[in-house]
């Protein structure tokens, strides 16, 4: 099979070829159809941290979506041509050959079944964006109907955290610097949308989840948030912040990182998908395109979530 391979910090993905997976007891090879492209594979590229969590070479992509191809002995709950997408935390496309290679290998307890109308590019979406975003807002955020809720950022994970705690009863306000989506962040159900979340510091608000990540974000968050509040850090587009204390104590704030989500958070995303009221912006590119694709997003040139179509 075609693979991408990672090496190491600073050096390019290498095109191998490799030899396809064999399922042993309790796994499966899926055919892979979709692979979403997540910020932290621009990461990998530009920090040494990333490597304390890989083990290269390896081949990349934690956001992988397809069709049953192949199972190991044992397996009985799962069968070839079952599509379906993989819950990304046990280390795929980090410590384990990930979505950047046309089959991926996978435990039975690693896999969620795609509703039939829910496409692959979405279901790869919902996989790490859609399962981190819900995992931050409905879990780490603890967002119920009522709360006023700030999102900074709405790339691929804020767009999907934004909508569902829409669809939860919340009232959401939006910072994202591109003004030229901003339509679509009114009409995802947001009530305002402003460059900066600091210009909501009269809304009271009872949860932030910061879906950038730029340090000055994570200090705006905890200086906007109100009494009692919680900021849910989730974007890495810095590994460092400078935050202000003084905010944090006085108000007796929580400041709280989410990494990642569970399956039932998939599960959650893929309903609201399959219903209708969850369609993220998505745009598309094919295996080739996948270094590209890595660049375009490190440059800022992607709106929406980028995966990659088999």
């Given at each position: 099979?075609k693979a991408w391979q990672f090496t190491t910090t600073h050096e390019p993905l290498r095109e191998v070829e490799?030899?396809?997976?064999?399922?042993?007891?309790?796994?499966?090879?899926?055919?892979?159809?979709?692979?979403?492209?997540?910020?932290?594979?621009?990461?990998?590229?530009?920090?040494?941290?990333?490597?304390?969590?890989?083990?290269?070479?390896?081949?990349?992509?934690?956001?992988?979506?397809?069709?049953?191809?192949?199972?190991?002995?044992?397996?009985?709950?799962?069968?070839?041509?079952?599509?379906?997408?993989?819950?990304?935390?046990?280390?795929?496309?980090?410590?384990?050959?990930?979505?950047?290679?046309?089959?991926?290998?996978?435990?039975?307890?690693?896999?969620?079944?795609?509703?039939?109308?829910?496409?692959?590019?979405?279901a790869a979406a919902a996989t790490d964006a859609g399962m981190t975003s819900h995992g931050a807002v409905m879990?780490?955020?603890?967002?119920?109907?009522?709360?006023?809720?700030?999102?900074?950022?709405?790339?691929?994970?804020?767009?999907?955290?934004?909508?569902?705690?829409?669809?939860?009863?919340?009232?959401?306000?939006?910072?994202?610097?591109?003004?030229?989506?901003?339509?679509?962040?009114?009409?995802?159900?947001?009530?305002?949308?402003?460059?900066?979340?600091?210009?909501?510091?009269?809304?009271?608000?009872?949860?932030?989840?910061?879906?950038?990540?730029?340090?000055?974000?994570?200090?705006?968050?905890?200086?906007?948030?109100?009494?009692?509040?919680?900021?849910?850090?989730?974007?890495?587009?810095?590994?460092?912040?400078?935050?202000?204390?003084?905010?944090?104590?006085?108000?007796?704030?929580?400041?709280?990182?989410?990494?990642?989500?569970?399956?039932?958070?998939?599960?959650?995303?893929?309903?609201?998908?399959?219903?209708?009221?969850?369609?993220?912006a998505v745009e598309r590119t094919d295996f080739a395109g996948i270094p590209g694709g890595i660049k375009r997003?490190?440059?800022?040139?992607?709106?929406?979530?980028?995966?990659?179509?088999?």
């Amino acid at each position: 099979m075609k693979a991408w391979q990672f090496t190491t910090t600073h050096e390019p993905l290498r095109e191998v070829e490799l030899a396809d997976p064999t399922p042993g007891a309790g796994q499966v090879v899926i055919d892979v159809k979709a692979a979403g492209i997540c910020h932290s594979d621009v990461g990998i590229f530009e920090d040494e941290k990333w490597l304390d969590m890989m083990t290269p070479p390896i081949v990349p992509g934690h956001e992988s979506a397809g069709v049953i191809v192949a199972t190991g002995e044992g397996v009985t709950d799962f069968e070839v041509g079952d599509r379906v997408a993989v819950w990304p935390m046990e280390g795929h496309g980090y410590t384990q050959n990930g979505g950047f290679g046309e089959k991926v290998l996978a435990a039975t307890d690693v896999l969620v079944r795609i509703p039939d109308n829910v496409s692959f590019e979405l279901a790869a979406a919902a996989t790490d964006a859609g399962m981190t975003s819900h995992g931050a807002v409905m879990g780490t955020g603890r967002v119920t109907a009522g709360d006023r809720v700030g999102i900074i950022g709405f790339g691929g994970l804020g767009q999907i955290g934004a909508r569902v705690a829409v669809l939860n009863g919340a009232e959401v306000y939006v910072a994202e610097v591109n003004e030229e989506i901003w339509p679509r962040i009114i009409e995802a159900g947001a009530k305002a949308v402003a460059k900066d979340i600091s210009e909501f510091a009269d809304k009271d608000l009872s949860v932030i989840v910061d879906f950038a990540g730029f340090g000055v974000t994570t200090a705006h968050a905890l200086e906007t948030v109100g009494f009692g509040g919680r900021v849910v850090q989730v974007g890495m587009g810095r590994l460092e912040a400078t935050i202000n204390t003084y905010p944090l104590i006085t108000k007796r704030l929580q400041l709280l990182g989410n990494v990642g989500g569970t399956k039932e958070d998939i599960e959650g995303v893929l309903h609201w998908m399959s219903t209708g009221d969850l369609l993220p912006a998505v745009e598309r590119t094919d295996f080739a395109g996948i270094p590209g694709g890595i660049k375009r997003l490190a440059d800022g040139e992607v709106r929406g979530r980028l995966v990659a179509l088999y």
